[in-house]
């Protein structure tokens, strides 16, 4: 019987507290989902589509169709479950957990439930049913052999993985494809009619039809024969599939762009802070193609006043345009070695956003005036257009106001004087660093130098001059001042937050530096420049990069939040990113929350929406909310994550290849990482890593001893180390999986001796090795890249 439509609200509507807000989404609104897990709760058992309807006194049609949709989002974002007898109840009521599933190489994975807590481990027979990054909802079964939880899955509400791309293979005449990506350790199933012409070891693109379940494999589709394994370029195509990279621009994107010229429309120019004449300039590496801030900067009676332009990207990509939600997808640009994937297309990203020299561009400006202590006094922000006066390098910059190079100050003579101002603002801004305590840990960069057909020719270490680390102070004074300025204006915006060291790392972290004669000051929550006295203390001693990397790894990774924790690593309170919008989708953000109080000033009365309440405060008219912020946030943490393994495994790719005809050469080299089988070796001179299996250690047992960081021989005590210096050989590139292995030398096997040990004696008998321990090897690690806020 089909019920006839009626706008009369139900009781249940009016005693909904949260009544206002439907309304004003809905034309015919329903109870919110919170009155529906209350209701749930208040009734204590399951409830079917049709009693819930009845007990929120739901007749309309569209009313009930309302309510189908509401709890089938409920079901799909994990707050309620549906049973086979189509009863819903609480998740919360059932003793289930709800979160995203992280795979391990090695087939279990865990399940990292949305409230935190504890992870729920999965054996590997229930990740049989699920694959990474899927949400899925799962029941607690017990506990591991371990003592940790171990889940059960109830239901999938969310596939993260729609495309796999690996190599193809036949094995008894069935095709299948293994993917790339290692936290994907399923075989995909590809029947005949759907090989596409793939050949056997080919690179494909597959399309899952259909998802792994307990039963059976997944099965998919080649839609795409990306080419042979060693073909140049075929590593990054790889890591652009595997990680599921948007590398094609959309049909409305394109659209978008084509009313887009080389040169910024004149009407685009009135109403802006004129700076043409002011001698901006750009100082960027040497081979970089885009240009998105520039600098000037000029003595002042009670200091300095500095001008940090950016490139003006917010007033291009408005919110909403296919261009903004294509933005949001790839959430930063992705930087290969001589290729990059940009987050917005090149005539923005490299014209009319790029600040080249000698042609007008709209700029964002944070103005800033800093005293002789080094204290931001005060800053504004203008809608600006300016005209780069200079193209500069590091190197050029360095020439100049460093070496004093005669030819270089002639050739720029024109902005020579406020490059000297600039970097007499720089030492006070990096003594003010030094005092507040922000950390700086010393690693090395890396660059990879191509030879013919795009092989790598050689790996080079990039030195860092006075020119990067000037750059690297003034994008953190801007990113303060904006940080501060939003602040101010309670203006929703996503921070750039590092929380400081979680309590049981501070506690590991003491243990090993007692064993050292050292310790860290700052009780149970040491600050920043706690961690920054101790480096600075350790400098001269030979242990100090065993010391600098446990350190380290102490500390949490940095990510986007609307909730203002602070930066612990820079030492500042307030802190978020301001200076990339070409290439951070954050930035973009702050960039259009700047815009929306500067325009708001220009007119009290540019108020296009409701007040909206944002964590206690209220911003007028403004297009997020903080809940919006909080999501956007989770997102660009995630693409950046993203990028990051995305470009580690291209380059980890191209070092095993490196390492292919160097099988047996000996290399000097340090121990980064030591695991239960085995030490990992960074080689000096190349800086590729490698795995030392435990099992090649011989004429001892070794036992990890994870509390100081090293492996230890039960009968001599000879011990490898975090940080020691080992000399190996190359013994086996696996280019498949990613994995170089390295065996000791022959004057590097006795090892060090722990002291009280005794040497081993001629003639000691050579154990058997134990069991084999099946490993997590990761291939080798690239050298950390920095961008112009070092540790931000």
């Given at each position: 019987?089909?019920?006839?439509?009626?706008?009369?609200?139900?009781?249940?509507?009016?005693?909904?507290p949260l009544a206002e807000r439907e309304a004003a989404k809905y034309d015919n609104p329903i109870p919110s989902r919170e009155f529906i897990m209350d209701l749930l709760a208040e009734r204590g058992k399951l409830m079917r589509r049709d009693a819930i309807a009845e007990a929120l006194d739901l007749e309309d049609e569209d009313q009930l169709e309302a309510l189908r949709r509401r709890l089938n989002a409920m079901e799909r974002d994990g707050q309620l479950i549906q049973n086979r007898r189509e009863g819903y109840g609480l998740v919360d009521k059932m003793d289930m957990v709800r979160g995203r599933i992280i795979a391990h190489p090695d087939g279990f994975g865990f399940l990292v439930p949305d409230e935190g807590g504890d992870d729920l481990f999965l054996s590997g027979r229930t990740m049989r049913e699920v694959l990474h990054g899927d949400r899925a909802v799962a029941r607690v079964v017990g506990l591991d052999r371990r003592g940790r939880r171990e889940g059960a899955i109830v239901e999938v509400l969310e596939r993260n993985t729609h495309t796999v791309v690996g190599r193809y293979s036949r094995e008894q005449g069935v095709g299948l494809v293994i993917p790339d990506n290692k936290r994907l350790p399923i075989e995909v199933s590809i029947p005949d009619e759907w090989r596409h012409d793939a050949q056997p070891g080919q690179f494909v693109t597959v399309q899952l039809v259909e998802q792994p379940s307990r039963r059976r494999p997944p099965v998919g589709r080649i839609t795409e024969v990306i080419g042979d394994h060693m073909a140049p370029g075929m590593e990054i195509d790889v890591a652009i599939r595997s990680h599921e990279l948007p590398l094609h621009w959309p049909d409305a994107v394109q659209e978008e762009i084509r009313k887009f010229s080389d040169k910024v429309p004149a009407a685009a120019k009135r109403d802006r802070l004129d700076l043409r004449e002011t001698p901006l300039v750009t100082i960027d590496g040497a081979d970089s193609r885009d240009f998105d801030d520039a600098v000037y900067c000029e003595r002042k009676?009670?200091?300095?006043?500095?001008?940090?332009?950016?490139?003006?990207?917010?007033?291009?990509?408005?919110?909403?345009?296919?261009?903004?939600?294509?933005?949001?997808?790839?959430?930063?640009?992705?930087?290969?070695?001589?290729?990059?994937i940009p987050m917005l297309p090149e005539i923005l990203s490299n014209g009319l956003c790029s600040l080249n020299p000698e042609v007008d561009r709209l700029c964002m400006v944070c103005e800033m005036y800093i005293n002789q202590e080094g204290k931001i006094t005060r800053s504004s922000f203008h809608e600006a257009l300016m005209r780069s006066h200079a193209r500069l390098t590091y190197d050029q910059v360095a020439a100049m106001v460093v070496d004093n190079h005669a030819g270089t100050r002639k050739q720029f003579a024109a902005v020579v004087p406020h490059l000297e101002e600039l970097y007499r603002l720089y030492h006070v801004l990096r003594k003010v660093r030094e005092q507040r305590g922000a950390i700086d840990f010393e690693t090395t960069e890396t660059r990879i130098v191509f030879g013919s057909e795009r092989k790598i020719d050689r790996i080079v270490p990039v030195q860092r001059n006075d020119a990067h680390k000037i750059i690297e102070e003034c994008m953190i004074a801007a990113n303060v001042a904006t940080a501060r300025f939003l602040g101010r204006n309670k203006i929703p915006t996503l921070y750039r937050v590092h929380e400081g060291p979680k309590q049981e790392k501070v506690v590991a972290l003491r243990e090993f530096l007692g064993e050292l004669g050292l310790s860290l000051r700052g009780g149970e929550k040491p600050a920043a420049k706690d961690y920054a006295r101790l480096l600075s203390s350790i400098g001269d001693r030979p242990d100090a990069h065993l010391i600098q990397t446990v350190m380290l790894r102490s500390l949490s990774q940095a990510r986007y939040s609307p909730d203002n924790v602070g930066h612990f690593g820079l030492a500042h309170e307030e802190?978020?990113?301001?200076?990339?919008?070409?290439?951070?989708?954050?930035?973009?953000?702050?960039?259009?929350?700047?815009?929306?109080?500067?325009?708001?000033?220009?007119?009290?009365n540019l108020v296009t929406r409701a007040v909206q309440r944002v964590t206690g405060t209220k911003a007028k008219g403004f297009a997020y909310t903080h809940q919006d912020m909080v999501s956007m946030g989770e997102n660009c943490s995630a693409t950046e994550r993203r990028a990051d393994e995305a470009t580690r495994d291209a380059v980890d790719w191209l070092k095993c290849e490196y390492m292919l005809d160097k099988v047996g050469e000996e290399y000097p080299g340090v121990i980064t990482s030591v695991t239960s089988f085995g030490i990992f070796v960074e080689l000096s001179d190349i800086?590729?890593?490698?795995l030392v299996h435990v099992t090649s250690l011989k004429n001892d047992y070794y036992h990890f001893d994870p509390a100081h960081h090293r492996l230890l021989g039960e009968r001599t005590n000879k011990m490898y180390r975090l940080g020691d210096p080992i000399r190996v050989q190359v013994a086996r590139v696996d280019l498949d999986e990613r994995k170089i292995d390295f065996m000791l030398?022959?004057?590097?096997?006795?090892?060090?001796?722990?002291k009280g040990g005794r040497p081993t004696k001629a003639g000691d008998a050579e154990p058997r090795p134990r069991g084999k321990k099946k490993s997590s090897r990761r291939g080798p690690r690239r050298g950390r890249g920095k961008t112009k806020e070092t540790s931000a």
């Open positions: 019987m089909v019920r006839k439509r009626n706008n009369k609200k139900s009781p249940a509507v009016q005693q909904d009676p009670k200091g300095w006043r500095l001008l940090v332009a950016i490139a003006d990207v917010s007033h291009y990509v408005k919110p909403g345009s296919a261009l903004d939600k294509e933005a949001l997808v790839r959430g930063n640009s992705v930087y290969f070695p001589e290729r990059v802190y978020l990113h301001f200076t990339s919008p070409i290439r951070r989708y954050p930035d973009l953000l702050v960039h259009r929350a700047i815009r929306h109080v500067l325009q708001g000033k220009k007119n009290k800086f590729v890593e490698g030398t022959e004057q590097e096997k006795g090892g060090k001796q722990e």
